[in-house]
């Protein structure tokens, strides 16, 4: 596990390069800076100034090197490396409010935004206009969208929004692709048609959990076939495509949770504002999501014994007689994780994924050794 | 005698809801009846506090946490079902809270974390006490996850 202290501010998002030398990341201001990767050192390069307000979703298309900002002054711009600096190009989103994440899709040729005014842009380059174009889709969504993933397809969205639901999209953009193959989600795919809404937890059926909070990420699994979110209500959500009634939740005990990915098809790796990834494994024979364990740096060992004199004192300033305090101090990063990303291995069968946070710092984590760490952790 | 308990929430809660429909006025006086007549407060607690009556408290709890008035927007439904949660909580010995909170499932800690909370809200004389017993026993339970999903819950018990 590596840790590199960027900031002292909250990193409000971060996003890779294709071989992972460079790591573009916001630090909590109107700015965009890259870090490149000396050795073991992080040297700024560049540093990107374009929006008025805060930069709310970087992406960066790993393929043709382009980088996708989108920031609270309700703008986007897509940056392209020419002669050695970023040149940004404005996208129009023809929002009222902040943008709020930002995605590529997989192939590249157009990229989703979420925003606060309650709708979802598309947006595609035009070549006859030299332009990028943006296509809404609105309905039903109530609320802000907070997090967004394209299914492997290039077509279906997967958007997390504060009116408490998950759903899934069709982003079909005629202009740009064929027209896609049926998947397990559904065949019939116009643009803006929703195929997939996590449904309310029911009146009397207390067993449906996980809709009682805002939807704070999404992932969809490397065959695109399932969908794993996190709400604010401390649960986990698993769907699969096609079984709409098999929504799994585990109603976890720690704080809600921000962020979540597949490292597996049967793994899920999470975190939160408990500052510690967590892991999840779902069954797909049982349809069961169970709690794996906590991805963190092993406890240290006891502490050095504490004299007579400093143990009067704690107990006068902490009424408690021991030097640290339980919680919190133990984790590797200090603060809560906002963002978590596969570095190596994709999706499928990851090897490393990074974090970012709250506390301004990053933390690299390697499954392998989790794993061996962890003697009781499995990793399907 | 529990089998009051088991099978009147559930009717009361069902002919609440049912109701709705109906004039308010009847509504009331018809919930008022059921309530009193069928709940019938005194005979329940003579038999909660007399100690050969312990084993069936964890029925009883059991019992009260069924069909909780989640759904209903009347509050004295709410209110008769939050006392009688309070009683049976209050009629438990401190050491047998927590066996009566492994016997719960995990959307039973849920609710009974929301209950706590409710009871938190008015505080009698010796209630927020035996409160914060549960409390700690139910947190041991369900862990602070418990406690968001009773603050984000958007239905209250």
């Keep these: 596990m590596a840790y590199h202290s960027f900031l002292l501010e909250p990193i409000s998002c971060h996003a890779w390069n294709k071989d992972r030398t460079q790591i573009a990341?916001?630090?909590?201001?109107?700015?965009?800076?890259?870090?490149?990767?000396?050795?073991?050192?992080?040297?700024?390069?560049?540093?990107?100034?374009?929006?008025?307000?805060?930069?709310?979703?970087?992406?960066?298309?790993?393929?043709?090197?382009?980088?996708?900002?989108?920031?609270?002054?309700?703008?986007?711009?897509?940056?392209?490396?020419k002669e050695g600096t970023w040149k940004p190009t404005l996208v129009i989103l023809r929002i009222n409010r902040a943008a709020r994440c930002?995605?590529?899709?997989?192939?590249?040729?157009?990229?989703?935004?979420?925003?606060?005014?309650?709708?979802?842009?598309?947006?595609?380059?035009?070549?006859?206009?030299?332009?990028?174009v943006c296509k809404h889709i609105k309905k039903p969504i109530r609320s802000t969208i907070l997090?967004?993933?394209?299914?492997?397809?290039?077509?279906?969205?997967?958007?997390?929004?504060?009116?408490?639901?998950?759903?899934?999209?069709?982003?079909?953009?005629?202009?740009?692709e064929e027209k896609p193959g049926p998947t397990p989600w559904g065949s019939?795919?116009?643009?803006?048609?929703?195929?997939?809404?996590?449904?309310?937890?029911?009146?009397?059926?207390?067993?449906?959990?996980?809709?009682?909070?805002?939807?704070?990420?999404?992932?969809?699994?490397?065959?695109?076939?399932?969908?794993?979110?996190?709400?604010?209500?401390?649960?986990?959500?698993?769907?699969?495509?096609?079984?709409?009634?098999?929504?799994?939740s585990l109603r976890s005990e720690t704080l809600p949770l921000l962020c979540v990915t597949f490292i597996t098809e049967n793994s899920i790796v999470a975190a939160g504002h408990d500052c510690y990834p967590v892991?999840?494994?779902?069954?797909?024979?049982?349809?069961?999501?169970?709690?794996?364990?906590?991805?963190?740096?092993?406890?240290?060992?006891?502490?050095?014994?504490?004299?007579?004199?400093?143990?009067?004192?704690?107990?006068?300033?902490?009424?408690?007689?021991?030097?640290?305090?339980?919680?919190?101090?133990?984790?590797?990063?200090?603060?809560?994780?906002?963002?978590?990303?596969?570095?190596?291995?994709?999706?499928?069968?990851?090897?490393?994924?990074?974090?970012?946070?709250?506390?301004?710092?990053?933390?690299?984590?390697?499954?392998?050794?989790?794993?061996?760490?962890?003697?009781?952790?499995?990793?399907? | 005698m529990y089998s009051f308990i088991s099978g009147d929430i559930s009717q009361v809660a069902g002919r609440i809801c049912c109701s709705k429909n109906k004039q308010k006025k009847r509504e009331q006086h018809s919930q008022d009846l059921t309530l009193t007549t069928v709940i019938n407060p005194p005979a329940i607690l003579h038999c909660i506090l007399n100690p050969p009556c312990t084993g069936n408290l964890m029925e009883a709890l059991q019992a009260v946490?069924?069909?909780?008035?989640?759904?209903?927007?009347?509050?004295?439904?709410?209110?008769?079902?939050?006392?009688l949660v309070l009683k049976v909580l209050s009629a438990f010995k401190s050491s047998d809270i927590e066996k009566g909170v492994q016997s719960l499932d995990k959307n039973g800690v849920d609710l009974l974390m929301k209950y706590i909370y409710k009871g938190f809200e008015r505080p009698s004389e010796n209630s927020s006490a035996v409160l914060l017993l549960w409390h700690e026993k139910a947190l041991a339970a369900g862990g602070v996850g418990s406690i968001v999903r009773v603050l984000t819950a958007r239905k209250t018990v």
């Excluded at chain 1, 590529?104 to 979802?120: C, D, M, Q, T």
């Design chain 2, 65 to 83: 946490l069924k069909n909780p008035p989640i759904n209903t927007k009347n509050q004295n439904v709410k209110e008769r079902a939050e006392g």
């Design chain 1, 147 to 176: 997090s967004l993933d394209w299914h492997p397809n290039n077509v279906l969205l997967a958007a997390g929004c504060c009116d408490f639901k998950c759903r899934v999209f069709s982003a079909y953009i005629k202009e740009v």
């Design chain 1, 279 to 380: 892991l999840f494994v779902y069954d797909g024979a049982k349809a069961s999501l169970t709690f794996g364990g906590k991805l963190d740096v092993p406890k240290q060992a006891a502490q050095k014994g504490i004299s007579a004199r400093e143990r009067f004192q704690n107990l006068d300033r902490r009424a408690s007689e021991t030097q640290s305090t339980e919680k919190d101090l133990n984790t590797l990063h200090k603060n809560s994780i906002s963002q978590i990303s596969v570095l190596e291995g994709g999706r499928n069968k990851c090897a490393k994924f990074c974090t970012t946070g709250m506390d301004g710092g990053m933390g690299i984590w390697d499954v392998k050794s989790l794993a061996s760490a962890m003697k009781d952790l499995k990793i399907v």
């Design chain 1, 188 to 248: 019939k795919m116009p643009f803006g048609e929703m195929l997939f809404e996590s449904s309310e937890s029911g009146a009397a059926d207390q067993t449906v959990a996980g809709a009682g909070g805002w939807v704070h990420g999404v992932c969809f699994s490397h065959s695109g076939n399932r969908l794993a979110w996190t709400s604010h209500d401390s649960t986990v959500s698993v769907a699969e495509g096609g079984k709409t009634s098999t929504v799994n």
């Design chain 1, 25 to 81: 990341l916001c630090p909590n201001n109107h700015e965009v800076h890259i870090y490149k990767k000396d050795g073991t050192q992080w040297n700024r390069i560049h540093e990107l100034k374009e929006h008025n307000g805060q930069v709310t979703g970087i992406d960066w298309a790993t393929e043709s090197n382009r980088i996708v900002t989108c920031g609270a002054d309700r703008n986007a711009y897509v940056w392209t490396l």
């Design chain 1, 102 to 132: 930002v995605k590529w899709s997989p192939k590249e040729n157009k990229f989703a935004v979420g925003s606060g005014s309650r709708l979802i842009s598309i947006c595609y380059f035009e070549q006859e206009n030299d332009w990028w």
